[in-house]
T-cell receptor
Framework: RKEVEQDPGPFNVPEGATVAFNCTYS??????FFWYRQDCRKEPKLLMS???SGNEDGRFTAQLNRASQYISLLIRDSKLSDSATYLC??????????FGAGTQVVVTP | GAVVSQHPSWVICKSGTSVKIECRSL??????MFWYRQFPKQSLMLMAT?????????EQGVEKDKFLINHASLTLSTLTVTSAHPEDSSFYIC??????????FGPGTRLTVT
C-alpha cells in the first residue's frame, strides 16, 4: 500500500467549472499537510498548506480529516492555467515529506 | 521563500560513468537538505537527508555507496551518482527545509544514462 494515495486522473474540467479530489495517507503520526502543484518536467511548487479547520486561498479550498486520514482540494472557477499535476504531501516529521503520485487536472476551453 | 538552484539542469552520461549534481541554497543557510528522485508518472521519493558537516541519512533501499552525498557547507550539497546505469535515469530534486514546515525545491536535474 502506498503511503500517500491519490487518484491519478486525469480530471478533465471545463473552464469555469469546479473540480475536487482527495488523497489518503497512512501515517497517523503525520504532522503537517500540503498541496503542491507540479507542472510537466518541473519541480513541485507549494500551492497551500492544509489545516484541520479547513482553509481557503482564493479559488482553492483544502480540507483535512485526521480521523479518516484524508485530505481534499477543491478548485473553483477553473482557469486554463490550473492545468497541472497536484501533489498531496505529508510531513511525517524531521522535515521528511511523503508525496502522492499526483492528480492530473486538465482544464479545457 | 528560500531560493534553491541545481546544476546541471539536465545531463546525459554513459553507463558506468559518475555524475555529480549540485544543490545550492542561494539565500538561506541550510543545515539540512533533502534529495528526492522522481521516475515518470510516479511520486517523488526521498532518497536521503543531507546534514551539513556530517554523514547523510539514507532511506531504506537507497545504496549509500552508489549515491554519494556531500554537504560540506551551509549552502552546498552534492549528489554523485556513481557507476550510473540506465535505470538510474530519473529526475533528481533537492530541497531545503525552513524549520519543520515548508520546503523549497530546486528546479531539478534530469539525468539520462545511455
Amino acid at each position: 500500500r502506498k503511503e500517500v494515495e491519490q487518484d491519478p486522473g486525469p480530471f478533465n474540467v471545463p473552464e469555469g467549472a469546479t473540480v475536487a479530489f482527495n488523497c489518503t495517507y497512512s501515517n497517523s503520526a503525520s504532522q503537517s499537510f500540503f498541496w503542491y502543484r507540479q507542472d510537466c518536467r518541473k519541480e513541485p511548487k507549494l500551492l497551500m498548506s492544509v489545516y484541520s479547520s479547513g482553509n481557503e486561498d482564493g479559488r482553492f479550498t483544502a480540507q483535512l480529516n485526521r480521523a479518516s486520514q484524508y485530505i481534499s482540494l477543491l478548485i473553483r472557477d477553473s482557469k486554463l492555467s490550473d492545468s497541472a499535476t497536484y501533489l498531496c504531501v505529508v510531513n511525517i516529521g524531521w522535515g521528511k515529506l511523503q508525496f502522492g503520485a499526483g492528480t492530473q487536472v486538465v482544464v479545457t476551453p | 521563500g528560500a531560493v534553491v538552484s541545481q546544476h546541471p539542469s539536465w545531463v546525459i552520461c554513459k553507463s558506468g560513468t559518475s555524475v555529480k549534481i549540485e544543490c545550492r541554497s542561494l539565500d538561506f543557510q541550510a543545515t539540512t537538505m533533502f534529495w528526492y528522485r522522481q521516475f515518470p508518472k510516479q511520486s517523488l521519493m526521498l532518497m536521503a537527508t543531507s546534514n551539513e558537516g556530517s554523514k547523510a541519512t539514507y532511506e531504506q533501499g537507497v545504496e549509500k555507496d552508489k549515491f554519494l552525498i556531500n554537504h560540506a557547507s551551509l549552502t552546498l550539497s552534492t549528489l554523485t551518482v556513481t557507476s550510473a546505469h540506465p535505470e538510474d535515469s530519473s529526475f533528481y530534486i533537492c530541497s531545503t527545509a525552513s524549520g519543520d514546515y515548508e520546503q523549497y525545491f530546486g528546479p531539478g536535474t534530469r539525468l539520462t544514462v545511455t
